[in-house]
């Protein structure tokens, strides 16, 4: 049982570029969630899941696209990445009495 | 609007004593709190929760208390421990689990 994980775990990227992280669990969980995390702003819902198939906004969901084409997996988009982007992103997942969280991608936009 | 605040970004406590860790919230219809603990480059863990028909729940070492007419959440360890260093988020939701809402982190430092 590998929890939640994440692809890649560091990546650089340039203004423009895009790119996509990966998130897989293997617990059967409906809700899936990326948040992202930034000094003195706590951890900011960007996208989730209720379910396979189905995907809503969060608080800051502005220059990201996620997809949910398998119920193990959510993936998050960036198309034009921006500095502004550069975070910490992490993945959750939940049965709706527990959100386990993934290690964290750190993303950096130059 | 923060819904969630954490007003102390820093603690520091004596190994042995009582960390007490605050957290406020303005949404009254937040229905679910939890505390989550963060060690550097690695993702949050849960630590307790609390529900809103409850004022404490214990585990252990770790006590969460709610004030609902405060608006108001704590978190208590004791005894405080140098494995207890790391930042601590509060966090609460209208849905049970479902898109928490998250403070701002508290980063407790334990001195032996």
């Known amino acids: 049982n590998a929890g939640v994980t994440q692809t890649p775990k560091f990546r650089v990227l340039k203004t423009g570029q895009s790119m996509t992280l990966l998130c897989a669990q293997d617990m059967n969980h409906e809700y899936m969630y990326w948040y992202r995390q930034d000094p003195g702003m706590g951890l900011r819902l960007i996208h989730y899941s209720v379910g396979e198939g189905t995907t809503a906004k969060g608080e800051v969901p502005d220059g990201y696209n996620v997809s949910r084409l398998k119920k193990q997996n959510f993936l998050l988009g960036l198309e034009s990445a921006a500095p502004s982007q550069t975070s910490v992103y992490f993945c959750?997942?939940?049965?709706?009495?527990?959100?386990?969280f993934g290690p964290g991608t750190r993303l950096t936009v130059l | 609007d923060q819904q969630v605040k954490q007003n102390s970004p820093s603690l520091s406590v004596q190994e042995g004593r009582i960390s007490i860790l605050n957290c406020d919230y303005t949404?009254?219809?937040?229905?679910?709190f939890l505390w989550y603990k963060k060690y550097p480059a690695e993702g949050p863990t849960f630590l307790i929760s609390?529900?809103?028909?409850?004022d404490k729940n214990e585990d252990g070492r770790f006590t969460v208390f709610l004030n609902k007419s405060a608006k108001h959440l704590s978190l208590h360890i004791v005894p405080s421990q140098p494995g207890d260093s790391a930042v601590y988020f509060c966090?609460?939701?209208?849905?049970?689990?479902?898109?928490?809402?998250f403070g701002q982190g508290t980063r407790l430092t334990i001195n032996p």
């Open positions: 966090a609460a939701s209208n849905q049970g689990a479902q898109k928490l809402v």
């Open positions: 949404n009254s219809m937040f229905d679910y």
């Open positions: 609390i529900s809103s028909i409850k």
């Open positions: 959750a997942s939940s049965t709706g009495t527990g959100v386990l």
